[in-house]
């Protein structure tokens, strides 16, 4: 079974498509999605997809995005080319009423796709039926090096937050880290920090300040809920850091924690408590400072 409402946001994504690509392009597409095409068949679709429907980039109105967040929340289809959504529009309209066969055909894709095939292929894992049979494809995603490949399954798709299990969780969310990729758009980022991520994190950053680098403030928003004795030298490390971000990560940290030396260390801050009060200091701020400054 579907985990969300496949008729209804299938309408919304054809919508979209069709607003971007001309009528022999849409109705070449449109034949294909609606067969129950064999195998060979569909792979060869599936693989011809961008030389009928070009790669445009796809612009969604503010109702497709209102809508596509009621249908499932957090996905999203910004940044995406038409040749993706058309490839994650054929897949989600394969029928999966025999499942070892629908599972086997659409894991024979993975194994012979490109990399734009594989960008297409994991963005769809939330889309596809019986989510529980790509929890191991998924993992295997978060191991590749490609870094298209890895944004397409960290960034704003709700599959890995649904479906993962905690080490694996822990793993995508370490290896977003590492290779430097916007963790705000992490889907469940916040809801999914546990205590066993918190001190692999802390342990990078001391691997990290060994070596004298930098690193990504907001990893400090994955140990908050669970500062403690062992940890909070880190959190007012940060805190009398040179860096404007650091500071501002350790007071949002201490603010989502409840250990009370993290509270009197931010009540001691009041310039920044106000400006978390006050809703101008937050997590999205310093991923949008990062941003900017690198």
């Not at 392009?25 to 429907?53: C, D, G, S, Y």
């Not at 596509?68 to 054929?90: A, I, K, T």
Request: overall charge neutral.
């Amino acid at each position: 079974m579907f985990s969300y409402p496949v008729k209804e946001l299938s309408v919304i994504v054809s919508t979209i498509i069709k607003q971007h690509i001309n009528d022999a392009a849409w109705n070449w597409l449109q034949e294909k999605v609606v067969q129950n095409l064999p195998v060979a068949q569909f792979n060869a679709v599936f693989a011809m997809i961008p030389r009928k429907t070009g790669k445009s980039p796809v612009e969604l109105t503010d109702i497709q995005r209102t809508e596509v967040q009621r249908l499932y929340p957090g996905l999203s289809f910004e940044g995406w080319s038409v040749d993706r959504l058309s490839r994650v529009w054929l897949l989600m309209n394969r029928d999966s009423t025999a499942e070892d066969q629908y599972v086997a055909a659409i894991e024979n894709l993975f194994l012979a796709a490109d990399m734009n095939e594989l960008v297409a292929l994991y963005s769809a894992l939330p889309l596809l039926d019986y989510p529980s049979r790509w929890k191991a494809r998924c993992a295997e995603g978060i191991r590749s090096n490609i870094g298209d490949v890895l944004t397409a399954i960290m960034c704003d798709n709700p599959y890995p937050a649904a479906c993962l299990d905690e080490p694996a969780w822990n793993q995508l969310v370490m290896k977003a880290f590492f290779t430097d990729k916007p963790v705000d758009r992490i889907y469940r980022l916040d809801q999914r920090a546990n205590a066993e991520l918190a001190k692999i994190l802390s342990d990078y950053a001391h691997e990290r300040w060994a070596a004298g680098r930098r690193m990504n403030p907001q990893l400090w928003r994955c140990v908050a809920k669970f500062i403690d004795e062992k940890n909070f030298a880190d959190i007012q490390r940060i805190g009398s850091s040179s860096d404007l971000l650091e500071r501002e990560a350790a007071a949002l940290a201490c603010n989502d924690s409840h250990y009370p030396p993290a509270k009197e260390w931010l009540s001691r801050h009041a310039e920044l408590k106000t400006a978390i009060d006050n809703r101008t200091l937050s997590w999205s701020t310093i991923a949008a400072g990062r941003a900017v400054t690198g």
